[in-house]
Nanobody
Framework: QVQLAESGGGLVQAGGSLRLSCAASRSITSTDVMDWYRQAPGKQREQVATITSGGLRNYADSVKGRFTISRDNAKNTVYLQMNSLKPEDTAVYYC???????????WGQGTQVTVSS
């Protein structure tokens, strides 16, 4: 079992920045893929960014060029740097750890991001 704890959400004006953190309760291993998802009210949860153990990154088209995912394995933490925020980025942001060996997935409890216009 792995616990994930997101932090860093809050209220920010359009054009501002936030950095989300996701701390894992165990070491992030070479078989772990880390994702950030978000879910806005009345909408399905969508994948925002992914980072593999080798550092390969992938982003949703809606956040490319504005968001950056990174991981610090020594701190068991994944980050999502969000710049040039827009009101449509308002959502609850979730962290997910996918273990490619066991295929198990673990989710955090989410952190609210609200962008005002």
């Amino acid at each position: 079992q792995v616990q994930l704890a997101e932090s860093g959400g809050g209220l920010v004006q359009a054009g501002g920045s936030l950095r989300l953190s996701c701390a894992a309760s165990r070491s992030i291993t070479s078989t772990d893929v880390m994702d950030w998802y978000r879910q806005a009210p009345g909408k399905q949860r969508e994948q925002v960014a992914t980072i593999t153990s080798g550092g390969l990154r992938n982003y949703a088209d809606s956040v490319k060029g504005r968001f950056t995912i990174s991981r610090d394995n020594a701190k068991n933490t994944v980050y999502l740097q969000m710049n040039s925020l827009k009101p449509e980025d308002t959502a609850v942001y979730y962290c997910r750890l996918r273990n490619t060996w066991t295929t198990y997935s673990y989710w955090g409890q989410g952190t609210q991001v609200t962008v005002s216009s």
